[in-house]
């Protein structure tokens, strides 16, 4: 019997895609300290004027820009959500990388409450390296996702590039009175997170030793668009979408941003199979490492163990929403209180 190989599992076996950066997914982010660093002179005081129709901006950190388009007779009805996200490989498949990426992008429509509408690629290419069939695995894994998103695909950019890099930059629309922010939060309000950590822990794992995670694969292809309209349903009003910086370093933010303390019952954070043995065996990227260094001097940890804060703070890839309320089917693993001396209490 003659067994024939497709060009895609012809080029996985010798080529592995997460080999030919020095980072993966999100994990390769600028630190958020110091990128904070680089935005702080670009970032106007104080909050958005009251008139402006630029309704989110730089000045809290959010996930994606927001601005009001007037109606006819001068009326506001409408908000355009507008973002863009790229990184290296996370996996060695180009098609699961490809929605890996899609998705990721599109979290930040969803984030903030929107309707992801149009996306263009931005695709990075080292095309003396690695063939062009693999780079159109990687399309096609994005248009895939983005068609379940009900998102069109309208071209985009390229460039030739040492490393590989894919994303897209990411349209969409949203209700002006009902998005949801980052700094709207308020003391009383539980916290409820959608996916479970480990995503970090797992993808560098898969990088060092090509062991496949499909759980972690499932997760980030998983679109956070029902998360995010149950949120609304519910009456939620502020979220965020955990990515590269961690759930602390996301939680650090939208806690800070909404002048609050945010208490976190480590027990009750859902993590995937295998991350907390990824953890113990050294599987951490320098990414996570740094995002628990940025969070420390925000952050009362309490009794909470070594390897829990690498997982608290490890760089997820295509996360899940942590909502400032209850969302039907997610855990609750925290609440908002008055703000203290800590923007995060690990109880």
Same mark, same amino acid.
Request: net charge negative.
């Given at each position: 019997?003659?067994?024939?190989?497709?060009? &895609?599992?012809?080029?996985?076996? %010798?080529?592995?895609?997460? $080999?030919?950066? #020095?980072?993966?997914?999100?994990?390769?982010?600028?630190?958020?300290?110091?990128?904070?660093?680089?935005?702080?002179?670009?970032? &106007?005081?104080?909050?958005?004027?009251?008139?402006?129709? +630029?309704?989110?901006?730089?000045?809290?950190? *959010?996930?994606?820009?927001?601005?009001? +388009?007037?109606?006819?007779?001068?009326?506001?009805? $409408?908000?355009?959500?507008?973002?863009?996200?790229?990184?290296?490989?996370?996996?060695?498949?180009?098609?699961?990388?490809?929605?890996?990426?899609?998705a990721n992008a599109l979290s930040?429509?969803?984030?903030?409450?929107?309707?992801?509408?149009?996306?263009?690629? +931005?695709?990075?290419? %080292?095309?003396?390296?690695? %063939?062009?069939?693999?780079? &159109?695995?990687?399309?096609?894994?994005?248009?895939?996702i983005a068609t379940e998103a009900?998102? #069109?695909?309208?071209?985009?950019? !390229?460039?030739?590039?040492?490393?590989?890099?894919?994303?897209?930059?990411?349209?969409?629309?949203? *209700?002006?009175? &009902?998005?949801?922010?980052?700094?709207?939060?308020?003391?009383?309000?539980?916290? !409820?997170?959608?996916?479970?950590?480990?995503?970090?822990?797992?993808?560098?794992?898969?990088?060092?030793?090509?062991?496949?995670?499909?759980?972690?694969?499932?997760?980030?292809?998983?679109?956070?668009?029902?998360?995010?309209?149950?949120?609304? *349903?519910?009456?939620?009003?502020?979220?965020?979408?955990?990515?590269?910086?961690?759930?602390?370093g996301h939680l650090h933010k939208?806690?800070?941003?909404?002048?609050?303390?945010?208490?976190? /019952?480590?027990?009750?954070?859902?993590?995937? /199979?295998?991350?907390?043995?990824?953890?113990?065996?050294?599987?951490? !990227?320098?990414?996570?490492?740094?995002?628990?260094?940025?969070?420390?001097?925000?952050? *009362?940890?309490?009794?909470?163990?070594?390897?829990?804060? +690498?997982?608290?703070?490890?760089? $997820?890839?295509?996360?899940?929403?942590?909502?400032?309320?209850?969302?039907?089917?997610?855990? =609750?693993?925290?609440?908002? =209180?008055?703000?203290?001396?800590? !923007?995060? =209490?690990?109880?």
């Amino acid at each position: 019997m003659t067994t024939t190989h497709s060009t &895609r599992a012809t080029h996985e076996a %010798p080529l592995r895609l997460t $080999q030919f950066a #020095h980072g993966g997914g999100c994990a390769c982010k600028i630190p958020p300290g110091e990128l904070e660093e680089v935005l702080g002179g670009l970032t &106007r005081p104080g909050a958005v004027a009251a008139d402006s129709p +630029l309704l989110v901006g730089l000045a809290t950190g *959010d996930d994606a820009a927001v601005v009001t +388009l007037p109606a006819p007779g001068g009326t506001r009805t $409408q908000a355009l959500v507008c973002t863009a996200d790229f990184f290296t490989p996370v996996v060695d498949d180009p098609y699961d990388w490809g929605r890996i990426a899609a998705a990721n992008a599109l979290s930040d429509v969803y984030a903030m409450g929107g309707t992801p509408l149009v996306a263009v690629n +931005l695709l990075a290419w %080292p095309r003396d390296v690695l %063939p062009f069939d693999l780079a &159109r695995e990687v399309l096609r894994g994005g248009l895939d996702i983005a068609t379940e998103a009900g998102c #069109h695909v309208g071209g985009g950019h !390229s460039v030739d590039d040492p490393e590989p890099k894919y994303g897209m930059a990411v349209t969409g629309v949203a *209700d002006p009175e &009902r998005l949801l922010r980052n700094d709207t939060g308020r003391a009383g309000l539980p916290l !409820s997170l959608t996916k479970p950590l480990g995503l970090g822990v797992l993808n560098n794992r898969h990088k060092a030793t090509g062991e496949r995670f499909e759980q972690a694969v499932a997760t980030m292809t998983a679109l956070n668009r029902d998360a995010s309209a149950a949120a609304l *349903d519910a009456g939620a009003r502020c979220a965020t979408d955990i990515t590269g910086f961690g759930l602390l370093g996301h939680l650090h933010k939208l806690a800070r941003a909404s002048g609050v303390t945010a208490v976190v /019952d480590t027990a009750a954070v859902p993590y995937l /199979d295998g991350a907390r043995e990824s953890v113990r065996d050294g599987y951490v !990227s320098g990414g996570t490492r740094r995002n628990l260094e940025w969070v420390a001097p925000f952050t *009362d940890f309490g009794q909470t163990g070594a390897d829990t804060r +690498l997982l608290l703070a490890d760089a $997820q890839t295509s996360g899940g929403l942590l909502v400032a309320g209850e969302v039907p089917g997610a855990p =609750v693993i925290g609440e908002l =209180v008055p703000k203290g001396a800590h !923007s995060v =209490v690990l109880r």
